[in-house]
């Protein structure tokens, strides 16, 4: 009686195991919309677009392991929507941002904290949508709305594995430029830029594949895992390794005319790196921080003026 007790509680625990097995995420993101520029008529087709998009990407799978990954990465998708050039049609601006856990010796008594990663603002999306849309995830064929969030899922998900290992989100970014390079009929945002600034989606994962900017993403790696994520072990080895991992960037930048990635750092970053420095006891070094992102120069001149 007593083994035939123990057999029916083990098949509990494993069907419990299982259950929470096929419930964990690859990714908890935040979907946010506003379409206050629209019509009442548009505002009232999109009523479920929040949901739809939260649930797809929220219950998806994108990661390409065989065990399921040990965390979850978080982000926020916004969007805000111009215009309705046709009925179900829109003109759309999308910001995606994402973070990433900071692994602190401390946390066992202190609140995660956390660093942010990729911050983008897409100012070319356009898609058709409506209710009758099959939210159904396939790589194997574009849909305007749908190849949109595989695509930065995939930038995300690659941003994160990098700092984890050198180079380590390469099949992400392959699979993002795969997305690119599908057919499609209107190309705007993904290989044409309409001559802003702003990158394409294809430029952006093109150079994040370059060989060139290897450099960027090794910096990147040394940035997170050996800087940030050592700053409770050996505070003096992590600064040494964070000022190694800009070094590491600034000489990428140096040798190219075009660095997205190295920009979208920054603009992630600069506050971060900013409050790092605070007591770092020489505050000599927001020169050098300068040089490094002049972009960013009043950052770096408010936290001189605080450091300790």
């Not at 899922?153 to 099949?171: H, M, P, R, S």
Request: aromatic fraction near 16%; proline fraction near 3%.
């Amino acid at each position: 009686m007593a083994q035939r007790l123990k057999f029916f509680i083990f098949l509990i625990a494993c069907f419990f195991t299982s259950s929470l097995s096929s419930f964990s995420q690859d990714l908890k993101v935040n979907v946010t919309m506003d379409a206050t520029s629209l019509s009442s008529g548009d505002r009232d087709r999109l009523k479920n677009f929040v949901q739809q998009v939260s649930d797809y990407l929220n219950r998806n799978k994108f990661h390409n392991k065989t065990i399921e990954p040990e965390y979850t990465v978080e982000a926020e998708f916004s969007f805000f929507f111009r215009s309705a050039p046709s009925v179900d049609n829109y003109e759309v601006q999308l910001f995606v941002h994402s973070k990433r856990k900071i692994d602190d010796a401390t946390l066992k008594t202190n609140a995660p904290k956390y660093s942010p990663m990729f911050r983008f603002l897409d100012e070319r999306v356009s898609f058709y949508y409506n209710n009758s849309l099959r939210f159904e995830k396939n790589d194997a064929v574009f849909v305007p709305l749908l190849s949109l969030l595989d695509y930065y899922a995939y930038i995300i998900l690659g941003y994160d594995e990098d700092t984890y290992f050198v180079k380590g989100g390469t099949t992400y970014f392959q699979k993002a430029l795969d997305i690119c390079n599908k057919p499609m009929q209107d190309k705007k945002g993904w290989s044409e830029s309409g001559g802003g600034s702003k990158p394409t989606r294809l430029q952006i994962v093109q150079e994040l594949l370059n060989s060139r900017f290897d450099g960027y993403r090794k910096g990147l790696f040394e940035y997170m895992w050996m800087g940030l994520d050592s700053m409770t072990v050996n505070k003096r080895n992590a600064y040494k390794n964070v000022l190694s991992a800009l070094e590491r960037i600034d000489k990428v930048k140096k040798n190219e005319v075009k660095y997205y990635n190295i920009d979208i750092f920054y603009d992630a970053k600069n506050k971060e790196i900013a409050d790092l420095f605070l007591d770092y006891g020489d505050k000599s070094i927001y020169d050098k921080l300068i040089k490094y992102d002049p972009t960013h120069r009043s950052t770096y001149e408010e936290a001189q003026r605080k450091a300790r």
